[in-house]
């Protein structure tokens, strides 16, 4: 099928290419002897037109046209070298030829990338070990695929992927709030403990009066503490 198309192309492109043969030879002087060393300027601009580009030094001038370059020092032509018209046909005739390989080729290869892209996707999802990712994983390979191969479809993988990633994040960082409330209330009770014996041993009132306070402070801690642990814990 990519064959038979491009072989089209190439015929239509040979037709041109001869139709504009025919042309060049119908009018004659239409080629390399339009404009010659020793023509002035105005002969110049009369035969090719307006250049597309001038680039100058000094008295040293240079007309850029579609089929070549003109140059001139002074008034006087110096230097031509210009195609024949036949030559700028052929030569875009070659370029469309070019461009329709091109597509030809990119077209050939987006159904490539996606018949090969629908074939990982089955194979992936058909296997068990790639499930037992963890899912930030998954979604960094869905996210890599859908770049890859962009014409096929992977939408509803990455938003699985990624409601499950947020979710074990989420899961995650409740964990570590419930270990370290943990943590604290363990080192409270142990303050508190400390709190019992200081006071026990102690012999001046201001000290006692001390060792209450932070005992009040640090027991409303314990009862705030328990209270978020608990609400950890029903979640």
């Keep these: 099928m990519y064959q038979a198309a491009l072989n089209r192309v190439r015929l239509s492109c040979l037709v041109v290419l001869g139709v504009a043969v025919i042309q060049a030879s119908v ?12 023509d002035d300027v105005d002969q110049v601009l009369a035969v090719l037109g307006e250049p597309k580009g001038v680039f100058q030094k000094g008295d040293f001038v240079t007309y850029v046209y579609d089929r070549g370059v003109v140059d001139i020092v002074g008034e006087e032509v110096v230097f031509v070298d210009l195609m024949s018209e036949a030559d700028v046909l052929a030569r875009k005739a070659a370029q469309r030829e070019a461009q329709a390989e091109r597509a030809l080729r990119q077209t050939a290869q987006k159904q490539k990338d996606v018949e090969t892209g629908h074939r990982i996707r089955a194979e992936r999802l058909a296997d068990k070990s790639f499930d037992e990712k963890p899912a930030s994983e998954r979604l960094a390979y869905w996210l890599s695929f859908q770049r890859r191969y962009a014409g096929v479809d992977v939408s509803t993988q ?5 409601a499950e990633s947020r979710g074990q994040a989420e899961s ?4 570590r709030s419930i270990e370290e409330a943990k943590t604290r209330i363990r080192s409270v009770g142990t303050r508190l403990g400390e709190l019992d014996q200081e006071e026990a041993t102690s012999k001046t009132h201001w000290k ?3 060792i209450n306070r932070e005992r009040a402070v640090i027991a409303q801690e314990l009862v705030t503490l ?5 609400e950890f814990m029903e979640r």
């Design 158 to 162: 990455i938003a699985a992927a990624r």
């Design 27 to 38: 009018y004659a002087g239409a080629g390399d002897g339009e404009v010659s060393k020793g």
């Design 172 to 175: 995650s960082a409740q964990t």
């Design 208 to 210: 006692r009066g001390q």
């Design 226 to 230: 328990s209270e978020k642990l608990i």
